[in-house]
């Protein structure tokens, strides 16, 4: 048996609470409000979160600045998104952007 039973039990444990953290969403939505505010405040923080892994992922590596390609490719994604072109147009104009970068040896 590759694992034990108490790593099994924990694992079926994180399992459960998983779901059940994810299936009180739907089914408190109807029977929960909150503030005007603090909804403002939720989907602020959501944006946030989104910007701040995005920034994180394009600018580090590991424990190191990863250069100018990946940011160059993620801001011309950013302005292609923002105006508001095809997922598959921004996603390849990113690639190429870094491909192309990191092609001439821009680090």
Do not use: C
Request: proline share 7%; no cysteine; aromatic share 6%.
């Amino acid at each position: 048996m590759p694992y034990s039973p108490a790593v099994l039990v924990a694992l079926l444990a994180l399992a459960a609470g998983t779901f059940a953290f994810r299936f009180t969403g739907p089914v408190l939505r109807s029977r929960l409000t909150f503030p005007p505010r603090a909804e403002q405040l939720l989907n602020t923080s959501a944006i946030v979160l989104l910007a701040a892994l995005v920034v994180t992922s394009a600018l580090a590596t590991g424990q190191h600045i990863g250069g100018v390609a990946r940011p160059a490719g993620v801001v011309v994604g950013g302005v292609l998104a923002y105006r508001k072109a095809p997922f598959l147009l921004v996603v390849v104009a990113a690639a190429a952007v870094t491909a192309v970068l990191r092609l001439l040896s821009v680090p």
